[in-house]
């Protein structure tokens, strides 16, 4: 299996099942609550754990109650949590996410100003000899200021775009992940209405990739002028949470295994599927073990 580092936010998800969002004034009863794990990244970090792979975290967050929790859900999962820096003047981060199966709304809340501690944290963290790097979009620079991290030459990187697009976010990171819905505005917020040209830039003679998931309609890889498109698994989801962390997962476990883009979207769709089967971005369901069975044979 692989080495592999991750940087991102890790927080608290409470998750309330709700027969419709309230509007306004009106107090919704919520049949269940569930406080799990979150954070896109350290979702990711959990399922490539859960694989096998050694998967360390690096984050900075507090010294609180909620904090302490967000780390102990990933040591808990295989986690290397070593690399997470709690600090007395850094607060949790926390999502408050509203779903019904098919719809879900979230409100996100999280420290402010924690540029500096970042930086100390990717200054000191050496990744010499790791195989793969997944990073959120916001600490781009923390890895490619002035190009690629010379200790992480040798290894593959990957991002989840999270609404983020720019000719740097395609062009630097080896793979980036992207849902259709956030692709879409981000292009219009940026004013680009070509994307085949912006990867034709991006993508120039390397083999980069773009991977986006588009709900019913399946996921597509993008290589430059070249796209490849897998149909989704049939699914009727409890809850929508992390479905795209999941598939993130799968799809890097697969090429990290060897799978070529074919063989990883539907490794990526397969552990979706079974993400969907329960509440939370980290279900525990017999579908979970199932899917964790299938993938761990593409070792």
């Given at each position: 299996?692989?080495?592999?580092?991750?940087?991102?936010?890790?927080?608290?998800?409470?998750?309330?099942?709700?027969?419709?969002?309230?509007?306004?004034?009106?107090?919704?009863?919520?049949?269940?609550?569930?406080?799990?794990?979150?954070?896109?990244?350290?979702?990711?970090?959990?399922?490539?754990?859960?694989?096998?792979?050694?998967?360390?975290?690096?984050?900075?967050?507090?010294?609180?109650?909620?904090?302490?929790?967000?780390?102990?859900?990933?040591?808990?999962?295989?986690?290397?949590?070593?690399?997470?820096a709690h600090l007395p003047d850094v607060g949790p981060s926390v999502a408050s996410i509203f779903t019904g199966g098919t719809t879900k709304a979230m409100v996100c809340g999280g420290p402010r100003?924690?540029?500096?501690?970042?930086?100390?944290?990717?200054?000191?963290?050496?990744?010499?000899?790791?195989?793969?790097?997944?990073?959120a979009p916001s600490l781009h620079a923390l890895l490619f200021e002035g190009g690629r991290r010379a200790d992480i030459a040798d290894a593959t990187v990957s991002t989840d775009l999270n609404g983020?697009?720019?000719?740097?976010?395609?062009?630097?990171?080896?793979?980036?992940?992207?849902?259709?819905?956030?692709?879409?505005?981000?292009?219009?917020?940026?004013?680009?209405?070509?994307?085949?040209?912006?990867?034709?830039?991006?993508?120039?003679?390397?083999?980069?990739?773009?991977?986006?998931?588009?709900?019913?309609?399946?996921?597509?890889?993008?290589?430059?002028?070249?796209?490849?498109?897998?149909?989704?698994?049939?699914?009727?989801?409890?809850?929508?949470?992390?479905?795209?962390?999941?598939?993130?997962?799968?799809?890097?476990?697969?090429?990290?295994?060897?799978?070529?883009?074919?063989?990883?979207?539907?490794?990526?769709?397969?552990?979706?599927?079974?993400?969907?089967?329960?509440?939370?971005?980290?279900?525990?369901?017999?579908?979970?073990?199932?899917?964790?069975?299938?993938?761990?044979?593409?070792?």
């Amino acid at each position: 299996m692989s080495r592999i580092a991750i940087f991102g936010n890790l927080g608290v998800d409470i998750l309330y099942r709700v027969p419709h969002l309230p509007r306004q004034h009106e107090k919704v009863q919520a049949p269940d609550m569930t406080i799990a794990g979150g954070g896109a990244p350290a979702n990711v970090a959990h399922w490539l754990a859960r694989l096998g792979h050694e998967v360390s975290f690096h984050a900075v967050t507090g010294t609180d109650p909620l904090s302490l929790m967000a780390a102990g859900f990933l040591a808990r999962a295989g986690v290397d949590v070593a690399g997470i820096a709690h600090l007395p003047d850094v607060g949790p981060s926390v999502a408050s996410i509203f779903t019904g199966g098919t719809t879900k709304a979230m409100v996100c809340g999280g420290p402010r100003g924690v540029d500096p501690h970042w930086r100390a944290l990717a200054a000191r963290t050496g990744l010499a000899g790791v195989d793969h790097v997944h990073f959120a979009p916001s600490l781009h620079a923390l890895l490619f200021e002035g190009g690629r991290r010379a200790d992480i030459a040798d290894a593959t990187v990957s991002t989840d775009l999270n609404g983020n697009v720019s000719l740097e976010l395609l062009r630097d990171p080896d793979i980036a992940f992207t849902n259709e819905d956030e692709l879409d505005a981000a292009l219009k917020r940026g004013g680009v209405p070509d994307l085949a040209a912006l990867l034709a830039e991006a993508h120039a003679g390397g083999t980069r990739r773009l991977i986006v998931t588009r709900g019913d309609k399946g996921v597509t890889c993008h290589r430059g002028a070249e796209a490849v498109t897998t149909p989704p698994d049939p699914v009727t989801p409890v809850d929508r949470t992390g479905g795209g962390d999941a598939f993130a997962a799968g799809y890097l476990h697969a090429r990290l295994c060897g799978c070529d883009d074919a063989a990883a979207l539907r490794a990526g769709l397969r552990l979706a599927r079974a993400a969907l089967s329960g509440v939370g971005s980290r279900p525990e369901t017999e579908d979970v073990a199932s899917a964790l069975t299938e993938l761990a044979r593409l070792a």
